[in-house]
Every structure is written in structure tokens, then in C-alpha cells.
């Protein structure tokens, strides 16, 4: 199959969220017929500074490393519910008023926020979830204002559930390693309804390539993308210094 129109892209779409056993699936994927650098690949790269410094916070670094405690952690997931159902209502509106940039991504099986409330249950958190802080507040309000700029919507979307795929499973790994935090509060992680996450993944960037966007859009992609991972390193700069008043 090669993907060299919306109609195939939503052939690959079907692919990564089937339930059928992947061996009853074959396709042949092309990257689209250019000499030009893949988009997937371009975002990456454009991204990684800006990446790293996150990833690389003091606050995740100690979180990660077993430096802090559950309560951090609960701390940091209670901002991610902002975060997430913000994201989750703009992917509802583009599925009731689908684009034909955003319609091969809005899949319900990524939603996360009902799994992080179940998480902070499953922690022993009962009542109100924390108020936003400064930066969540800011995410949510870009978040919010993707409703109509769908490649916007889409690097928020791109930057919170590929990094869930990605990063986040090392994360789940590494708070169990580290605060014995069991498997029933780490829902958030997990997603069912999709395949092996490298099989989804690598489906996700061929729709990124083969995505019917301007050049315009692709540069006002990857400037959203910027914008969501230094607003992430400000939360985790704001999350760090709650923690060490507390």
C-alpha cells in the first residue's frame, strides 16, 4: 500500500487501531516520493533542544531518579488532568467537525484523563484535584486555542501521547522501581485499544509525513511544538519548587 493520498493514510489509520492480530495485517509502507528531509523527522529534530531541557529538568531528573516520593509524583499527574482533558475536548470538537489534517489521529483509545483520575484514586488522593499552576494554566489556554488551527491542536496531540508511547513508559518503570507505586495506579500508560507501541509509533510519523498541511502549517507545527515543551520545562520548574516548599 503505498501512502500517496488521504485515502491511504486512512488505510494506515485503520491499521493502527485494529484489534485484529498483526499478523493477519500486511502492508508495504513508502515514505512519501521526495528527496526531502521526512516532516517526522524534521519535527524531531527541530524539537530536541527544547525536548531535552524538559526531560533533563531538575525536577524529573529527581523524580526519576528516586530522589523524591509518591507525593511528587501524585503532584505532577494532578497537573497532567488540566493538561489532558483540555487536549481530550479539542480532540472531541475535531471529531464531531473533523479536518481533514487532524481526522486520522483523534482516535478515542489515546484519551488519558479519565486513567490519570483513576491513577490519583488509586493513590489514595480523594477530593479536588490540585489547581492548575501558573504554567498549566498557560498550556491549557494554547491547548484551547487549537480549536481552530488544527496543526496546532496537532503538535500538543504529537507531544503529550507519542511521548506517553515514548518517554512515559520509562517513567511508569522507573516510580515503581523507585516508590513501589503499583501497576493499578499507572493506567495512564497503558493503552489497549492500540498496538505495540513501536508498531504505532512508526504509523504515527507516516501520518505526520503524509498529513494535507501547507508549508505554513508545518512551520506553525513544529513553533506549537516548541511552545508546549518549554511550557512542559516551566511546569516541572514551578512542580520542583512546590516540592521543596512542602
Known amino acids: 500500500m503505498s501512502l500517496s493520498g488521504f485515502g491511504d493514510i486512512m488505510s494506515l489509520k485503520h491499521l493502527l487501531f485494529t484489534h485484529k492480530p498483526l499478523e493477519e495485517l500486511t502492508m508495504t509502507v513508502i515514505a512519501p516520493e521526495t528527496t526531502q528531509e521526512r516532516f ?3 519535527l524531531k529534530e527541530s524539537t530536541k533542544h527544547v525536548h531535552d531541557n524538559a526531560e533533563h529538568s531538575t525536577f524529573m531528573e529527581d523524580l526519576m531518579g528516586g530522589s523524591l516520593n509518591t507525593e511528587a509524583y501524585l503532584r505532577l499527574i494532578n497537573q497532567y488532568v488540566h493538561i489532558y482533558e483540555a487536549l481530550e475536548a479539542v480532540s472531541e470538537h475535531y471529531r464531531a467537525e473533523p479536518s481533514p489534517i487532524t481526522e486520522p489521529f483523534t482516535h478515542p483509545g489515546l484519551d488519558r484523563a479519565e486513567y490519570i483520575r483513576a491513577d490519583i484514586r488509586a493513590l489514595g488522593q ?19 486555542a487549537t480549536v481552530n488551527s488544527p496543526e496546532r491542536y496537532l503538535a500538543h496531540h504529537y507531544l503529550r501521547y507519542l511521548g506517553d508511547l515514548s518517554g512515559g513508559q520509562a517513567v511508569a518503570a522507573l516510580v ?13 500508560y497503558r493503552f489497549t485499544e492500540l498496538p505495540k507501541p513501536k508498531v504505532f509509533k512508526d504509523g504515527y510519523r507516516e501520518l505526520l509525513d503524509n ?29 520542583g519548587r512546590k516540592v521543596a516548599e512542602a
Not at 480523594?126 to 494554566?137: K, V
Not at 515503581?176 to 495512564?188: C, F, Q, V
Not at 508545518?218 to 511546569?235: K, P, Q, T, V, W
Request: hydrophobic share 40%; with cysteine; charged share 30%.
Open 176 to 188: 515503581t522501581r523507585h516508590y513501589g507505586i503499583p501497576a493499578e495506579a499507572l493506567s495512564m
Open 40 to 42: 517526522s523527522a524534521r
Open 126 to 144: 480523594e477530593g479536588d484535584i490540585d489547581a492548575p499552576l501558573p504554567a498549566t494554566a498557560e498550556y491549557v489556554e494554547r491547548i484551547r
Open 211 to 239: 498529513a494535507p498541511m501547507t508549508d505554513e502549517q508545518r512551520e506553525a507545527l513544529i513553533d506549537e511544538c516548541i511552545e508546549g515543551f518549554r511550557i512542559n520545562a516551566s511546569l516541572f520548574a514551578q512542580l
